[in-house]
Structure formats: C-alpha cells, structure tokens
C-alpha cells in the first residue's frame, strides 16, 4: 500500500476490506517514479521563442515549411501556440530511445527517466496532432512495450493502427 514513499490510501481501503471499494472507474494504466512531476513539467508555460534558422531553411519566404533547431520539449511548448490541432504528421526518433543513452543509471530508474521524457512529449503531441493526423516513432524493441502503453493511455486504445518491424543486418 505504499507507492513513491507514500500510502495510497485507495489501496490500503481495499485491502483492509472483504468488497470492492468502488473510486471511480478503474483502468489499465502504466505507473513510474516521477510520472506525476512530469505531467506538471510538461504542462509547465515555456518563456521561449523561436528564431527562424534562415540559412538553414530552404526558400523560408515561399514556403510553409520551418527548419526548427532547439530542445525538443521547449520546441514543442512554443509550437502548441499557433500548431494547436494543426499538424498532419509528427515522426520522432528520439535520441534517448536507446539504453545507451542512460548507462550510468540502473534499470528501473533508467525506465523511470525514459517514461518521464516520452510522456511530457506525447502529451504536447496530442495537442499539435489535427484529429486526422498521425504519430510515427522510431523505437528500439526494450523501449516499445512501454511506449504503446503510453501511447494508448494519452490517445486510446482506439486509435492504435499497426507496428511495423524492421530487422537490421550488420
């Protein structure tokens, strides 16, 4: 009955208890140390703006497109701005979706922090995504049990369409 150092009291209720203590509608959900903090830092009003890379953008005065360079996540926060339920495709290979990117860490907290950096940018990508759009993500196989919870937990189940699998050769 204890979770992250504190008592959950929904359960201790439960467990002392011979029926079913009913606290709203229980759900298959994914827990972690921290995952709370990061919905509060990801929800967190960003100060930033963006500075068109103009040498880096092709024909920036003609066309729609941007060329965007910066932290991921401060990246996002400003795009929820003026992309909010307007972007067709977002693909992300996160840099961090490998175990090598967390070496020095043990497993579970390693987890812990790849939950919590995956998390605050799904979030902020159901809001760009247009209700016809799609997410893709590059993932490795440790990684892609957890993100399909995730992914079905912050856009359901439903909108699941289909994993593809790539085998690499050396």
């Known amino acids: 009955c204890i979770s992250e150092g504190k008592i959950d009291f929904d359960m201790l209720k439960q467990e002392l208890s011979k029926n079913i203590i009913e606290n709203g509608k229980e759900k298959y959900q994914l827990t ?3 995952k709370k903090e990061s919905i509060i830092t990801g929800n967190e009003i960003t100060t930033n703006t963006l500075i068109p890379e103009m040498k880096k953008s092709k024909n920036f005065n003609d ?5 965007i360079e910066g932290d991921n996540l401060e990246v996002l926060k ?9 972007i067709k495709c977002i693909y992300i290979d996160p840099p961090y979706n490998t175990g090598s990117a ?12 790849w939950l919590n950096l995956m998390k605050k940018r799904i979030d902020i990508f159901k809001k760009l995504l247009s ?14 049990a957890y993100l399909k919870v ?18 690499q050769y050396n």
């Open 32 to 34: 972690w140390a921290g």
């Open 63 to 67: 066309t729609k497109n941007i060329y």
């Open 78 to 86: 400003i795009l929820q701005e003026s992309y909010l339920n307007k």
């Open 102 to 113: 967390f070496e020095h860490y043990d497993d579970n907290i390693e987890h812990s922090i």
């Open 131 to 144: 209700d016809d759009g799609a997410i893709c993500i590059q993932i490795d196989a440790v990684e892609m």
């Open 150 to 167: 995730i992914m079905d937990e912050i856009f359901g189940r439903n909108n699941f369409i289909n994993i593809i699998s790539v085998k």
